[in-house]
């Protein structure tokens, strides 16, 4: 099974990096770009082929290492 | 219109950050996980209603800015 999991920055925490980025963008004559959040995009195999117990280990994974749950959120999709 | 943007490294390239949270999640029991490779993850809106435009935009800020091409893929979706 893959596993594709989205860790975003939340509304509102501020994120330094994204600003930096929209200034660049900004400055490179992108000027139609505004609130860019820029966050962490993983992609992995799961050797199991059960649903449920995989969807319950991942958030597991999510909540105690891939996310900062107390400024980042944190979604994923499993394939296969 | 919302755009999300997704970098990963080329697969023939080596990610020793995603390893690291692989070794990492081996140590803390997750062993069924494999293969990580982590990218960004960017979103943000674009002040425009021309799809056609706001694609080709999109392609020259990645091309420019958001992706190294010599060892990175991008993708985009657009929203709205």
Redesign the interface.
């Known amino acids: 099974m893959k596993a594709k999991v ?3 920055i939340k509304q509102n925490v501020l994120d330094p990096q ?1 600003s930096a ?2 200034g ?2 900004h400055s ?1 004559g ?1 000027e ?17 082929n059960d649903r449920a117990q995989a969807e319950a ?1 991942l958030k ?2 999510c909540e ?3 996310a900062n749950t107390v400024v980042e959120d944190y979604r994923f999709e499993l394939e296969g």
């Open positions: 989205y860790v975003t994204g980025v929209q660049a963008l490179m992108f139609e770009v505004d609130k860019v959040r820029i966050g962490k995009y993983l992609e992995f195999d799961l050797d199991t280990r597991d994974m105690k290492l891939l």
